[in-house]
């Protein structure tokens, strides 16, 4: 079963992947400092513009990717804009409080979450799994032995996922019906769960023997297949998201969309 989504290479894919891990570390890092709502809003904006872009893939699938999470904005931002503190009440009805403190601190929460994502969105669809291993050993210096495990047990996901659709179809063609309620939905899961869990052990012991069978044993000099090295595109990133800082900074102060300054201070 083919679950590959068709995409196009963009120059965000031939950034270092570990020089772009570590630069979205530091916005990571850079953000929880950011409390003013428009200039998270305008960063939001900026860094959606580039995943909508400059991901590869088709504007409907990405559109289709971050819907999901606009449910987690909402479920964050109304947790703390019901039940938040703030001494300007906008509306009291038993245990809900609403207040102009509580709304823009829980928009500011939501902005946040949101930006997070897109952030972790750009870089999953931007990052092929194995050059990100080669460079994690090349550039970063981490020990064959752990980014060779991380990188089986990746490539055992879509094996499961086609193993799944398989048992799937066997209970089918052999008549089994999916029936409603708790007690089944423990069946269910019991039926899947057991098959899966007894093939992917038995990979993994497989992949283990084979391993050892070719003398791999994590240490020593070791030559690679993959050579990922830095280039100009590294920098036009870097450049991209100071740029995109600098201009969401501008416009925050000369657009403002809300009118708060530092939500921890509600001016």
């Not at 904006?45 to 409907?60: D, I, M, Q």
């Not at 996901?157 to 423990?186: D, Q, S, W």
């Not at 830095?230 to 995109?244: E, R, T």
Request: aromatic residues 18%.
């Amino acid at each position: 079963m083919n679950i590959e989504i068709e995409h196009r290479e963009t120059w965000l894919h031939q950034i270092n992947p570990s020089f772009k891990l570590m630069t979205l570390i530091g916005l990571f890092v850079f953000l929880l400092f950011i409390h003013y709502l428009n200039w998270l809003l305008y960063l939001g904006l900026l860094f959606f513009l580039l995943l909508w872009v400059f991901s590869g893939y088709s504007y409907r699938t990405v559109s289709l990717m971050i819907l999901p999470f606009f449910l987690v904005f909402i479920s964050t931002a109304s947790s703390m804009i019901l039940f938040g503190k703030g001494e300007t009440t906008w509306m009291k009805w038993g245990l809900i409080h609403i207040t102009e403190e509580s709304f823009y601190r829980g928009i500011h929460v939501g902005l946040r979450t949101i930006v997070f994502a897109i952030l972790g969105l750009l870089f999953a669809l931007t990052t092929r799994p194995v050059k990100l291993f080669y460079s994690l050993m090349q550039q970063l210096r981490l020990k064959p032995k752990y980014a060779y495990s991380f990188m089986a047990g990746f490539r055992l996901i879509p094996i499961m996922i086609e193993e799944f659709f398989t048992i799937r179809n066997a209970m089918k063609v052999r008549g089994v019906k999916e029936r409603r309620g708790i007690k089944h939905l423990f069946h269910k899961m019991k039926s899947y769960s057991i098959p899966l869990l007894a093939q992917s052990i038995r990979r993994a012991h497989r992949i283990a023997v084979a391993m050892e069978a070719k003398g791999f044993n994590g240490s020593g000099q070791r030559t690679y297949y993959y050579r990922v090295t830095f280039s100009k595109y590294d920098g036009y990133f870097l450049g991209s998201i100071l740029i995109m800082i600098a201009l969401s900074y501008y416009f925050s102060t000369h657009l403002p969309i809300f009118p708060t300054g530092d939500v921890r201070y509600g001016n």
